[in-house]
């Protein structure tokens, strides 16, 4: 039997990404210009979405914590890893 | 593809936005490289090993639709047509999308098929077989090309990048993605361009919203440009063609809602692969009906930008140079984003290029290794074979369609008809589906020659159209009744030639055929397992399509 190795789990990737993402922004939104705030029609958009993206990755990377991915079944399933070939 | 002049589109982008964007590549190679690691099997690599949960391949069944070209083209449309845009996506795509989750997923799933065409070989022939196989890789490189040649049209525009350089940086990072890590690696580079795209267009907007005074004072604003009223309704205006569309309601439910898109979102491999890479009967047939519920809101981030920016970039709808439609996005970038959410928004776009791309690609390699070269060329190889020609099959697919990016640069018009040519495809296989799948006397022969006739019957008014043999309204309008025109002859060419040639034998259509339910498309299988009302298909499916109708009262 071969042994199936795991695929990692996507929630970590987006997690990392958005934290990563969230920082930078914020980041500028913290010093925004005010020519940059007013290019947003007065809306401070990077403070706003780097506070969201940062907020989606915590909230995958947390997903990720208290639901980790179940343990493989100890009999990998047979089609998995063999499909027949065609026959007719 | 309209061309984007060099200077008025050119976005102020700083070294973060170029910070974020390049932080996006790393990561995708990373899910490449890292994806790598779990390919054991073919299956692996061709499906990701049926291992997925249905939330990654719902979002990414979205995703694989989600290109940049849909989004652009919506913005585009909503800005020239207003609100009957959200045809497509509330009469359009959701009810095919639930219907493909609720009826023929234990089809697809519980048959153990690899591919759409390998369903089509089991329940009819090897004609039938190999039309749909041949046919689908070529559209399959060829609008992996397309998508190419765009990502490289918007570079040009916003960042002014060569566009050779961004063909050859385009096609590099997906050909590695895709080579290494197989549809896995497709499958989460989709989920995170879901992600990514969003956070580009919702700050677009917001701010776009903020600027036009909200909803109210965007419809307000709306009324006093040519498009006015009309473009706030939806129905009201289409017992005849007297509206935006150019299409009265028959034309809408029976053509866009039936025949095109069930053809598009049942029939197309490369949305229906991911559902196939689920990690049981459930989690499949639940994909498009996940799908379907981000799919009720996208348009609040493409339809309702493509009405900011009719309102308020003066000039937009011109014929050629900057200010056509399909720029309302672009422009809107422009306007209103400072760099950071601006660079978010580019890499959106651009992971939304990347990831059509890959989607049309990931469907090539799978076809081509299992339809094209297991089937009639080399039939018991190990299964290392097999994943060693589905990776020679990603670069040569890829090659190909660089190809046809730079053929496409010289020829831009000629793209969109190629495109348009494939959608073709579509309407006549859903016939030829729904009839075999629920009519067991269907013979082999039927399936070939409605499949064949079925296109020729729309290929003919497309074809009219162009030529100006045939009169419609639109584009839009002729798409419509080409593909009515499809299913009608597909079903009947299906009848007619059943009675003339011999059916299958029952006992070879086990599982593929409704009512002789091998163990996976009887009543017990699709209804057993998950309990719980949140995982039910039938449910979720049913709560889905009234939010479509419910979402339509207020723009009626």
Do not use: C
């Amino acid at each position: 039997m071969r042994e199936k190795n795991r695929l990692f789990d996507v929630r970590s990737v987006i997690g990392y990404l958005f934290v990563v993402y969230g920082v930078i922004v914020t980041g500028l939104g913290i010093f925004d210009t005010q020519a940059e705030i007013d290019k947003a029609e007065g809306v401070r958009i990077n403070l706003w979405m780097g506070l969201a993206m940062l907020a989606l990755g915590l909230l995958m990377l947390l997903w990720l914590r208290l639901n980790p991915p179940k343990p493989l079944p100890q009999e990998p399933a047979e089609e998995a890893t063999q499909e027949p070939a065609p026959k007719d | 593809m309209r061309t984007l002049a060099a200077e008025g589109l050119r976005l102020d982008v700083g070294i973060v936005d170029y910070l974020i964007l390049a932080i996006y590549f790393v990561t995708v190679l990373g899910v490449g490289f890292a994806a790598r690691r779990a390919i054991k099997s073919s299956a692996d690599f061709f499906l990701s090993g049926r291992s997925m949960p249905a939330w990654v391949t719902g979002l990414a069944f979205v995703s694989a639709n989600l290109g940049a070209l849909e989004i652009i083209g919506m913005a585009a449309n909503g800005a020239e047509y207003g609100l009957m845009t959200l045809h497509y996506y509330w009469i359009g795509a959701v009810p095919a999308m639930v219907f493909l989750g609720i009826v023929m997923m234990p089809f697809y799933y519980g048959s153990k098929v690899r591919s759409v065409p390998e369903f089509l070989r089991r329940r009819f022939n090897r004609p039938t077989h190999l039309f749909n196989a041949v046919s689908f890789a070529v559209a399959q490189m060829l609008i992996a090309g397309v998508n190419l040649y765009a990502l490289a049209l918007i570079l040009q525009a916003l960042l002014g990048w060569p566009l050779w350089l961004s063909i050859v940086i385009g096609a590099a990072i997906v050909l590695v993605y895709i080579t290494l890590g197989g549809l896995s690696s497709a499958i989460y580079n989709e989920v995170l361009q879901f992600f990514v795209i969003l956070a580009g267009l919702i700050p677009l907007t917001v701010v776009g919203l903020v600027k036009v005074g909200g909803i109210d004072g965007l419809f307000e604003k709306v009324r006093q440009t040519p498009l006015g009223e009309a473009g706030l309704n939806t129905f009201s205006d289409t017992a005849g063609t007297g509206n935006p569309l150019g299409a009265n309601w028959i034309g809408i439910i029976f053509g866009l809602g039936f025949v095109l898109s069930f053809g598009y979102w049942t029939t197309n491999f490369a949305e229906v692969q991911r559902a196939l890479s689920a990690k049981d009967m459930n989690a499949a047939r639940r994909t498009p009906i996940i799908g379907a519920f981000p799919k009720l809101l996208i348009p609040a981030v493409t339809v309702i930008p493509g009405l900011i920016a009719l309102v308020t970039i003066k000039g937009l709808g011109a014929d050629e140079g900057d200010m056509v439609y399909n720029n309302a996005i672009p422009l809107l970038m422009r306007d209103l984003l400072p760099n950071g959410v601006l660079g978010v928004a580019v890499t959106g776009l651009v992971a939304s290029f990347m990831a059509g791309m890959a989607a049309n690609v990931s469907g090539f390699n799978t076809v081509f290794t299992y339809d094209i070269w297991q089937t009639y060329i080399r039939k018991d190889a190990d299964d290392a074979h097999y994943i060693r020609v589905g990776r020679i099959a990603t670069i040569g697919g890829i090659l190909v369609g660089i190809g046809t990016a730079f053929i496409a640069a010289g020829f831009s018009n000629i793209m969109n008809y190629i495109q348009a040519l494939f959608s073709l495809f579509n309407a006549p296989l859903f016939a030829t589906f729904i009839v075999g799948m629920f009519w067991k006397r269907m013979s082999p022969w039927a399936g070939f020659w409605s499949l064949l006739l079925g296109f020729l019957a729309s290929l003919t008014l497309y074809v009219g159209h162009l030529t100006e043999v045939f009169h419609f309204n639109s584009d839009l309008e002729e798409s419509f009744w080409g593909a009515g025109a499809a299913f009608v002859t597909a079903v009947v060419v299906a009848i007619i030639v059943t009675m003339f040639t011999p059916s299958k034998p029952e006992s070879e259509l086990r599982g593929l055929v409704y009512g002789l339910g091998g163990d996976s498309t009887s009543a017990e299988t699709i209804i057993s397992g998950e309990k719980v009302w949140w995982r039910n298909p039938v449910l979720l499916g049913t709560i889905a399509v009234v939010l479509a109708v419910v979402l339509y009262i207020p723009v009626w």
